[in-house]
């Protein structure tokens, strides 16, 4: 008996380990994982203090780096190369994982990581032609020398870091999904910037719009929807002059996408619920000139607004050798650094929400799909054969079709992966084009002037951003830029025939002429994600931005500014100020009735009438403030614009919706078609501002600081593992939200906050939501996550040499 117990606990032993060390479909091996000597207990790190001398293969010369106590390395080399060599290898080193999974995620291969629950997502970045743009922008970066030599550079750096690690030094998330990392790769960095264009340039209401179209008719449609907002104060001052002759606009055809009739249907029976671009998405920058400056030198302030997430968007690094010495945020794949400032000049970004992605119907000539109509003739359409490996399954086999336009979607009868994208229809997008950001990048790390940032800008493509710039010869400018489709007045904003030539792009506005304001009387310029100019104008950009409120606050607050200094700009990055209520209340809450309001919800409606209309943590009046316009929201429009996935349809903006409240409070939009009696808008106010009261009791209790503003927004900085929440940072009580300056909402929110002051000698300041280091076991993965949630800065540390000494240094290491 005692050796058939041993034989049986031997046998289960055994099995046990085999169970461990394999993968079970798309659940990978827990073996790896546990193990003391290669699992995730090796992954644990502390601060290094001790200099290092590295010996690592591709350097032509050797390489100092200084590394702070931010864990900022600051690159010295004695050329090119070796700098992005050691970009590549530095980044790596902290961020390995994150790069190669967001490649992944670019190029449609998370299937081969995580299992068919990605097989959707793989699919739908592969019919929407991302493999197939980086490609393109790929061929486009070789054409040119020094851009090929920087790629080349930076993928060996890379891959000098992989080709050392043993599997006991992986990154943990490696260990965790069961893989091993690839080699690096120029078209990685070419998925990069796919990736980037996909969540700041993939943005169509063209489906929802044409839907709307449909079923209201087009005075219906331009009265809700209209092509400029009643409110706006654009980038590009009004009054700004337009110092070109602009190309002749194309005709707008009688047969154009606003007349749908012989459009196909795109019924979305099928539609998965996958949300649209991200509203919330969004950033403010500006640059104060020298005569606002306490310093007598322009101030340049930036902080893109994007997911927060783990590892950080960014990494800090400053690049130094002959040709360059530049400070900044780099993303984690690319060479150079793409917001920052030298010795002369600073510059940052913000998205311009251009409308570079439209759908056109297209006519096969048969079920066979190998011929399409266009300008009265067949054809050939393009097969494209994506293969996606599928861990623990067989691999899936994709045909895409591609037209001129470029590719279809989804064909009648698959199912849509997002509600915006419809079926049976071509996908023209400005990430399909050859292009070569780097060298725009490349300059402007480089650049000394005004002449230079605006030579660099005309290499720019996609995603298109509005380019904030100031100098040491005291110039301050803003440009919305990119490559813009030349365009007839609202072309894109419905579907589009793709039979009909005169539905094409039309070429693109001249890089000269996108607009631009330099140094304006205002001695200030700006961006906040709203209109890029007024209507004078002479091109069309897009019929939509993002609502005025962030632009506005940041124009007034800037314009009352004199002898701004370092500290009243981050002042200004932390505003809090809710402009949407200061401007919506005074409409609001004569139309609510007090009468029939239960004892709970006159204390409520006190509280809100008390707010000092401000969106801080603590504070309860944003709350029932937010929650109450999204069920005033809903109560207006859902009956009307709300068919579900059969009719997808997006609702009039906020700001319609106020302008109809002030205008015309017997508007049949108030009346709810789902019931038999007639609604009138103060019922609908006394309605919603009760379900906002029911909502917030039964989720937080009785009114008081249960309904604070911070732990109902929860902002959360997640893994880029979805339920990851052990690598993550969880309910941080801090203030802001949409449309609010401090855009912090529930999942995005400021990913970087630079301040600039140029002089003789530059003094910058920047933080964001996380740390240096991509490993959860380093000191350095979230050590910025506190001081980016108070609102404070750190200092940037500018070197100029490699024999620098500053208390602030850590470590010098030196690769040979």
Excluded at 127 to 138: K, S, V
Aim: hydrophobic fraction near 40%.
């Amino acid at each position: 008996m005692r050796y058939f117990a041993a034989l049986v606990t031997g046998l289960l032993t055994v099995a046990l380990v085999w169970a461990l060390n394999r993968s079970w479909g798309s659940i990978p091996a827990f073996g790896p994982l546990l193990s003391p000597f290669t699992g995730f207990w090796q992954n644990a790190e502390t601060t290094h203090t001790n200099d290092e001398e590295l010996s690592v293969a591709g350097t032509q010369e050797p390489v100092t780096v200084l590394i702070d106590d931010m864990a900022v390395p600051h690159v010295f080399a004695r050329n090119d190369h070796d700098l992005y060599f050691a970009q590549g290898y530095l980044t790596a080193r902290d961020r390995l994982w994150q790069m190669e999974f967001q490649t992944h995620a670019a190029a449609g291969r998370l299937s081969e990581v995580v299992g068919s629950r990605a097989l959707e997502l793989d699919r739908f970045n592969r019919r929407m032609g991302m493999g197939f743009g980086a490609e393109q922008t790929l061929a486009e970066m070789n054409k040119d020398p020094q851009t090929r030599a920087m790629l080349e550079a930076y993928s060996a750096g890379v891959n000098a870091w992989i080709r050392q690690l043993s599997p006991a030094k992986y990154p943990v998330e490696y260990k965790l999904l069961g893989y091993t990392p690839e080699d690096w790769t120029p078209l990685k960095c070419a998925l990069l910037l796919k990736a980037m264009t996909s969540t700041l340039a993939s943005g169509a209401d063209d489906l929802l719009m044409t839907n709307v179209l449909r079923k209201y008719g087009p005075t219906v449609t331009a009265d809700l929807f209209p092509n400029y907002p009643a409110h706006e104060d654009p980038i590009i001052p009004v009054g700004t002059k337009w110092d070109f002759i602009p190309l002749p606009i194309p005709e707008i055809p009688a047969d154009s996408g606003q007349n749908i009739a012989d459009l196909p249907d795109f019924a979305m029976t099928q539609a998965m619920k996958h949300p649209r671009a991200n509203p919330a998405i969004g950033s403010n920058n500006w640059a104060v000139g020298a005569e606002k400056s306490a310093t007598g030198h322009p101030i340049l302030a930036n902080d893109p607004h994007l997911t927060l997430s783990l590892p950080s968007i960014w990494y800090q690094i400053q690049l130094v050798s002959p040709t360059v010495n530049v400070y900044g945020a780099s993303l984690p794949g690319s060479p150079n650094v793409i917001i920052g400032f030298n010795k002369d000049v600073a510059w940052g970004v913000t998205n311009v929400g251009s409308d570079v992605l439209d759908f056109y119907a297209i006519k096969f000539r048969d079920a066979s799909r190998r011929e399409y109509w266009h300008d009265n003739r067949w054809k050939p359409v393009r097969q494209r054969i994506e293969q996606i490996a599928v861990k623990g399954q067989p691999t899936v086999s994709d045909t895409v079709l591609y037209t001129h336009h470029g590719p279809v979607v989804y064909e009648t009868g698959q199912k849509s992966f997002k509600r915006n994208i419809p079926v049976g229809y071509a996908a023209q997008w400005i990430a399909h084009k050859p292009s070569n950001e780097l060298i725009c990048f490349y300059q402007l790390n480089r650049a000394r002037n005004f002449a230079d940032y605006r030579k660099a800008l005309a290499y720019y493509v996609a995603p298109a951003q509005n380019f904030v710039f100031a100098d040491n010869q005291n110039d301050i400018a803003i440009s919305p830029n990119g490559r813009f489709p030349l365009k007839w007045r609202q072309q894109g904003k419905f579907m589009l025939d793709g039979t009909n030539p005169a539905d094409d792009w039309h070429g693109y506005i001249p890089a000269e002429q996108n607009p631009l304001v330099k140094n304006p009387p205002r001695h200030f310029v700006s961006s906040a994600n709203q209109s890029s100019t007024d209507p004078t104008y002479p091109y069309y950009l897009n019929w939509i931005f993002a609502p005025y409120e962030r632009g506005e606050r940041i124009n007034d607050r800037l314009a009352q500014m004199n002898r701004a200094t370092i500290d009243s700009l981050r002042q200004l990055q932390n505003d809090v100020h809710n402009l949407r209520a200061a401007d919506a209340l005074p409409t609001l809450l004569p139309l609510l009735s007090e009468k029939g309001l239960k004892p709970a919800e006159l204390q409520a409606l006190q509280t809100l009438k008390q707010w000092k209309l401000n969106n801080d943590a603590a504070e309860v009046g944003p709350t029932i403030f937010t929650e109450w316009t999204t069920q005033l929201m809903r109560a207006v429009w859902a009956d009307d614009f709300n068919e579900g996935d059969t009719l997808p349809m997006r609702p009039p903006t906020f700001d319609r919706t106020l302008t109809l409240m002030k205008r015309d409070t017997g508007s049949r939009w108030f009346d709810n078609t789902k019931t038999s009696a007639r609604e009138h808008l103060p019922q609908i106010m006394q309605e919603s501002f009760r379900a906002t009261c029911d909502t917030l009791t039964r989720k937080y209790g009785a009114v008081g600081k249960n309904w604070a503003w911070g732990p109902y927004k929860s902002t959360d900085i997640r893994h880029l593992i979805p339920g990851l929440d052990a690598f993550s940072v969880m309910d941080l009580d801090v203030g802001g939200g949409a449309g609010i300056v401090n855009a912090t909402t529930e999942r995005t929110g400021p990913s970087w906050r630079m301040v600039v002051a140029l002089g003789p000698e530059p003094k910058a300041y920047g933080v964001y939501p996380g740390g240096q280091s991509g490993n959860p076991g380093s000191p350095y993965y979230v050590n910025m996550v506190e001081t980016w949630r108070q609102g404070k800065l750190n200092e940037l540390l500018y070197f100029t040499s490699s024999q620098a000494k500053h208390a602030r240094i850590r470590q010098r290491v030196t690769l040979k």
